[in-house]
């Protein structure tokens, strides 16, 4: 319904009640509504789970349709990111939001700092969706508010050609809310426990919840020793849980994200049921590191396979774990890839331990013999060094070719002496071509980087302790944060506006009109910002 519309029915809503609704405005009302858009989570979902299918169609057409996102610990954070891409970039398109786990364990857990094994409340996790989309519909409303002041003056000034072109965007505005992958971790229990938290997590608008296929009671950080993977089944009963959520809500197009460890995870906790030889369960125990027995010799306690005749004994650990042929893990991978996507998800999530496109590639090349489009979401991680990933792989490059390397040490390229010379620049080159290479080359649908906020808030606030508690003194906010935010034009350089003052006061003119005691009157300190 477009702006005049809805003020047009409003209007005759309130005439409707013979004059007892006539202190409401219709206009106002109108401009209320267009500022709150999504009345519940499940607006939001359902509205970005539409998005996401789509982009997933345009990146199957093509590869540079990818998409990105940044992790966001605080709703904040999200609305700045928001606001700041659609400045820069004019639009929001495939541009997402992204919460993780191990931003949630480590920021936002009541315990305090914890490591990423699914230490944390899981009902903090819908609470952040819910705050991520309540700063974005602020952010909305913000903006919004601001082209109703501007229509405003031009109607004041009698300028209609301006008051139409204004009406025109308000129209069309574009939203800040954008789809969220949601991580939710191992699933925080068994597949009851599962489906729970997804409710919980799509009612607060998540259209795209990531599982992982690790033991949920001993989940680890995918860039951590010590992961332990469960069976095709038991991983498979959680995957069906998120989706009967996803349906039960009417999320229909929902997004199911299945994210393999096995790369790195060298344990299992359980041996799989297998019914018959080269069922999911024969397969997944073939990986399995075992010794044959004579049953003469066989110990208490000891666990035996039958296989082709022969009795074996997988290798078990003190803690009751079960031990992984070594090597195995890229198989590992990719079969549990290919069951998922049989077996209802969508997107795939392989945790690697280097950015290396080739090494993902291999993967994904032997997946889509099976699923000709699977698709992945890849985690650009801060845990991976980037700059001496990217220079040895450069330096690895060119001694394969016969290039002369010796003006470089392979040990120490993270030096800043690096810096600036040819191999450092073909590094930083293929980092910044990282992402569109990768989608190109090894079916990557969705960069994201899991914590990125996480480095940039430490980085900043370093940064002015150092400046605030030296020499600089005041000097160190003005001229290295203040100033800028003026310059680059940083929305909440007027924070007063950005939390929400003038709202507040377009809500108090309209319930109290002219006896509103408003905020933003001449003697605001925020008009100093106004140039």
Known sequence: MTYSNDIAQTDSLIRSFGGTWDGISAESVARMRAQNRFATGLDIARYTARIMREDMAAYDADPANYTQSLGCWHGFIAQQKMISIKKHFGSTKRRYLYLSGWMVAALRSEFGPLPDQSMHEKTSVPALIEELYTFLKQADARELGMMFRDLDAAREAGDEVKAKAIQTQIDNYETHVVPIIADIDAGFGNAEATYLLAKKMIEAGACALQIENQVSDEKQCGHQDGKVTVPHEDFLAKVRACRYAFLELGVED???????????????????????????????????????????????????????????????????????????????????????????????????????????????DRIREVVPNAKLVYNNSPSFNWTLNFRQQVYDAWAEAGEDVSAYDRAKLMSVEYDGTALGNEADERIRTFQRDAAARAGIFHHLITLPTYHTAALSTDNLAREYFGD??????????????????????????????????????????????????????????AA
């Open 254 to 364: 929902g997004i199911i994200v299945t994210r393999t460890d096995s790369l790195g995870a060298g344990l299992t906790k359980q041996i799989a049921y297998s019914k018959e030889p080269g069922d999911i369960g024969d397969q997944y125990n073939s990986f399995l590191d075992c010794e044959e027995i004579d049953p003469a010799t066989a110990r208490n306690g000891d666990v035996v396979l039958n296989r082709d005749g022969k009795l074996l004994r997988p290798k078990r650990l003190a803690s009751n774990l079960f031990q992984f042929r070594a090597g195995t893990g890229e198989d590992r991978c990719v079969l549990d890839c290919i069951n998922s996507l049989q077996n209802g998800a969508d997107l795939l999530w392989i945790e690697t331990e280097k950015p290396h496109i080739e090494q993902i590639a291999g993967m994904v």
């Open 472 to 529: 600089a003194g005041m000097l160190g906010y003005v001229k290295n944060v203040q100033r800028e935010e003026i310059r680059q034009g940083i929305a909440c350089v007027k924070h007063q506006n950005m939390s929400g003052s003038d709202i507040g006061d377009d809500h108090k003119e309209y319930f109290a009109g002219e006896a509103a005691l408003k905020a933003g009157g001449a003697h605001n300190t925020m008009n100093q910002f």
